[in-house]
């Protein structure tokens, strides 16, 4: 694997964007060095209800794939693993969930800047903000000094994930499906039965069924999320 350098500067970004001293501080003390780049990780701090003209979501676009390369570099060491398990593993260590477990264990709701209707109505706490809050950072971090980086700081942070064999468990759907399989029975049917509240602090409900057994529900910051609870619920409950 090549390890490259920092990129070109962010085009089409002012400088000048300032970051309180709060927030300087944390990502010092995050990083391991002080921002060089306000404009970056102001951006990647920035909830889109703050009406500015620049928000995360293209730094999150990009720290998406820089974790998901740093996640699967880390797991392709593991000796012995099919290419079916790294898989397994990779899409639950950098799932919205397991990136917003990562946030708040880091403390970055504290720091995440959102309109006042959007904080009030628990967007700090949003498994859907706060992961794509982690990622931008993820992305600001490789702008400014490159993937080893990005990489270095996601094997750290991520540590006490993957330390737990996070991944290793079959998927809760694919498990139901193998289980519905198994004993002769129609696929597991899911049904959103519910979407409630305002898009940046949705909450979803799912129910699945398994014809001549029974019914799940649960909730969820998105509909994958429930999906995979109501089908750990059945598990749980029928399995």
């Known amino acids: 694997m090549v390890h490259r350098g920092p990129l070109e500067p962010y085009r ?13 501080a944390f990502l010092a003390a995050l990083t391991g060095a002080a921002p060089a780049r306000h404009d970056l990780w102001h951006d990647a701090l920035t909830h889109g209800s703050m009406g500015e003209a ?8 990009l720290g998406d794939r820089v ?3 740093a996640i699967a570099e880390l797991l392709f060491g593991e000796a012995g693993a099919s290419e079916g398990k790294l898989s397994q593993r990779l899409n639950v ?11 708040r264990t880091l403390g970055v709701p504290a720091h995440i800047r959102l309109g006042k209707q959007a904080r ?3 967007g700090a706490d949003s498994d859907n903000i706060l992961g794509d809050v982690m990622e931008a950072l993820i992305g600001a971090l490789f ?3 490159g993937f080893v980086a990005a990489r270095d700081f996601v094997r750290k942070a991520w540590a006490p994930v993957v330390a737990t064999g996070a991944g290793q468990r079959k998927h809760p759907k694919a498990a139901l499906q193998e289980w519905a399989a198994g004993n002769r029975r129609k696929p597991p049917v899911y049904t959103l039965v ?5 898009d940046h602090a949705a909450t979803f409900t799912v129910s699945v069924a398994v014809k ?6 649960a909730r969820g910051s998105s509909k994958q999320d429930a999906e995979t609870a109501a089908a750990r619920e059945f598990m749980q409950n029928f399995g």
């Open 54 to 61: 620049r928000d995360y979501q293209r730094l999150e676009f």
């Open 93 to 103: 260590l950098v799932s919205r969930e397991t990136c917003a477990e990562v946030a």
């Open 67 to 69: 974790l998901g390369l």
């Open 194 to 198: 519910a979407r409630e509240g305002p």
């Open 212 to 217: 001549g057994v029974g019914e799940a529900t």
């Open 12 to 24: 089409g970004h002012v400088l000048s964007a300032d970051l309180d001293p709060a927030a300087l």
């Open 120 to 122: 009030d109505d628990g």
């Open 143 to 145: 702008l400014e000094r």
